[in-house]
């Protein structure tokens, strides 16, 4: 674990492999632990950057911040580590201040991957309209456990995704402060006030859109939004995938990912289609 100070705030990141930097951006309530399945698939060629966003992990919270401040922060730990350009990946709000950092720091970008993601939040549908109302209840209400298990529910529903729920359910206790319900609250407004629909023909760099079918979190069309938007974007479906992508199929998104930067290194422009079996 290391630190750096940024905009008076102490922020906390890890480093780990060798060769080109690949800035790793996680979800809301996580941290930067969220990227643990992709460490072996990166590690080995990649110096894999894993940054804890204000107020998740062991990262000062501060005063109310916008997706473009966290995204400000990520562009001081790639000059805090003398990094001149880095591949970033980011999953859902990680996925928002990726699409950020593309915006605002275009020099400083190799590629943008982002995963379960959007550029204005929406959701699935009615039902995941009301998960997310039943989210604020239980925040409202101050349950984080309970509010934790419901998100684990959502990201790896079934008999068959028992582990990985309970896996995340663990996960996301570990992460608990006394400051959560303030960190949550203040996520999910930067989350409201973002909307970068407007400026997605702006991103210059090769990016890879990765959607879920069955994310009931983001809406996949907030993911077609991105893959139709952005110049340089290509897609790789999984339909049978949801908003826990990463983790859930870890095997699966690791090779799309390292087969993405192949095909940059050597030229490679199609789109990727691709999906789960």
Known sequence: MACFKHAGLRLRYECSGKGPAALLLHGIGASAGE???QLPALEPDHTVIRLDLRGHGRSDLGAAFTIGDLAADAA?????????RAHVIGHSLGGAVALSFALNYPERISSLTLANT???WRPASSVSGERALRRLWFLARGDLQALNAFIAE??????ELAALRHGAIER???NLRPDTRRVLWRTLLAVAG???????????????VVIA?????????????LATGI???????????????????????NSAWRRFAMALSEGGATHIRQSQS
């Not at 730990?77 to 990094?83: N, S, T």
């Not at 079918?213 to 077609?224: F, H, I, Q």
């Not at 110049?231 to 995938?241: H, Q, T």
């Open 118 to 120: 959007f550029a204005r």
């Open 172 to 174: 996301l206790n570990a």
């Open 231 to 253: 110049p340089l974007a290509r897609r790789l479906v999984l339909a049978d995938a949801g908003h826990g992508l990463p983790m859930e199929i870890p095997t699966v998104f």
């Open 213 to 225: 079918g069955r994310d009931s979190t983001v809406s996949p069309a907030c993911s077609e939004e």
């Open 194 to 208: 973002f909307d970068e629909r407007g400026r997605l023909g702006r991103v210059a760099a090769p990016t890879l």
């Open 76 to 84: 001081a730990l790639l000059a805090h580590l003398g990094v001149a």
């Open 35 to 37: 990227w643990d399945f």
């Open 154 to 159: 959502g990201m790896f529903p079934g008999p």
